[in-house]
């Protein structure tokens, strides 16, 4: 590997941070049921003591997303604790989730509820959430709605858009300066015939309403099969308008697989579309890069090494595009040497690069090893199992 190549893996991963969900060290299944490990993760603590673990080992992964109803169930007055959890494992609070989905009153929604007073409760909700990042110094609030009707003529969709405006903006008044409202959009799930928020032109006219902080988040899992997420991409970075991300990876529907494990080739685009953006505009694309998963048969922590060293390749092979050759060859339509330009970065293995690097870091040039070597797992796995036995409740 030539010594431009390294430099050019160590420069793209100096940056690269990826932050991990809450939910993805908890029990979680489909709908047809869970499979219960013993060493999931049963309170907040624990999910911010494996989320240190990935961190440990890593070195990239300095904030956990939280999801307001699973890990604050205080609201509001559960900061503090989760304030002492930030110190003692020594990862800090990322995305603040507000959850507008699993109390009974949303059965009809939450934001586009026709019912004025459930409207409210879900305003109320946002309000303590974007409370909850104030004090835990979270700068977004990540919304996803599971808004939305499972039968035609059931929803006044022009109505409902309206209420989805007028609350989002409300929610925006709310902001910090330095606060932001990432917007995620789903075509389906829970709702079967419409969601209120189904794909990113529909995200970016609500964020756009909503004020200058919003911005469009893009769920790899959310979109048709074969939609080309990496031109949703370059149109929002061309917007200005991409927020961060929710990775995973999905065969037929919102399956929140590994991510890169049934199409890497896929993320790597994303990830040029990203590299090719900075490149060419010399701007920063300030992206918040956040896993979104369910490892319902994997052992979750090494689910997550294994996640966060896919996304580092990923991103690393994205960085090794000769952008000069590519822009030429775009410019001269010569079709066969632009898409080699991609094509060569992406057959480039990174690894030797990325041990390297980490190696230069002090950290463990296997984290998975290092995991495996580390007795945590067994020690876990004692300390929950009993836990574990009796906790099948919520989706996380
Ligand atoms: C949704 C969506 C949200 C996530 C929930 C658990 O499908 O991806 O981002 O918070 O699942
Ligand atoms: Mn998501
Ligand atoms: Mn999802």
Redesign the pocket.
């Known amino acids: 590997m030539g010594s431009s190549t390294s430099d050019k893996v160590f420069d793209a991963l100096e940056t690269f941070r990826i932050e991990l969900p809450s939910?993805g060290f908890a029990n979680t299944g489909t709908r047809f049921g869970k499979f219960i490990q013993p060493a999931a993760a049963t309170t907040t603590e624990e999910k911010f003591s494996d989320s240190g673990q990935v961190h440990l080992l890593t070195g990239v992964c300095p904030t956990v997303a939280l999801?307001v109803l699973w890990d604050c169930p205080e609201g509001v007055q559960s900061t503090d604790d989760i304030k002492r959890f930030a110190g003692r494992y020594g990862v800090a609070p990322g995305s603040i989730?507000p959850n507008l989905f699993q109390d009974q009153e949303y059965k009809y929604g939450s934001f586009g509820n026709p019912d004025e007073s459930v409207r409210q409760r879900a305003m109320r909700h946002t309000k303590d959430s974007i409370e909850i990042a104030r004090r835990l110094n979270s700068r977004d609030i990540?919304f996803?709605f599971a808004d939305g009707s499972n039968y035609p003529g059931t929803a006044n969709i022009r109505q409902r858009k309206q209420w989805f405006m007028e609350g989002l903006k409300i929610a925006h008044q709310q902001l910090s300066p330095d606060q932001r409202m990432l917007v995620?959009y789903?075509p389906f799930e829970p709702a079967f015939y419409h969601t209120d928020i189904a794909d990113w032109g529909m995200a970016l006219v609500l964020a756009r309403a909503a004020g200058q902080q919003a911005k469009v988040l893009v769920?790899t899992?959310?979109h048709y099969a074969a939609q080309n997420i990496e031109q949703i991409v370059a149109w929002l970075l061309s917007e200005n308008m991409l927020g961060g991300f929710?990775f995973n990876d999905r065969r037929y529907a919102?399956d929140d697989l590994t991510m890169g494990s049934i199409d890497p080739y896929q993320v790597f685009r994303i990830f040029h579309e990203i590299h090719f953006f900075e490149w060419e505009t010399g701007q920063h694309a300030d992206i918040a890069y956040m896993v979104?998963q369910s490892h319902n048969l994997k052992g979750k922590i090494e689910a997550m090494i294994q996640t966060v060293t896919m996304a580092q390749q990923l991103f690393a092979k994205a960085a090794l595009v000769d952008m000069k050759k590519l822009a030429t060859a775009q410019k001269n339509c010569n079709l066969v040497e632009a898409e080699s330009a991609l094509q060569d970065a992406f057959a480039t293995d990174v690894r030797p690069a990325i041990q390297e690097w980490r190696e230069s870091k002090g950290l463990p040039k296997d984290p998975m090893e290092a995991f495996r070597q580390s007795g945590y797992l067994e020690r876990i796995t004692k300390e929950r199992s009993v836990k574990n036995s009796h906790n099948v409740s919520s989706?996380a």
């Open positions: 939910w999801h989730n990540s996803w995620e789903k769920d899992g959310h929710h919102d979104d989706y």
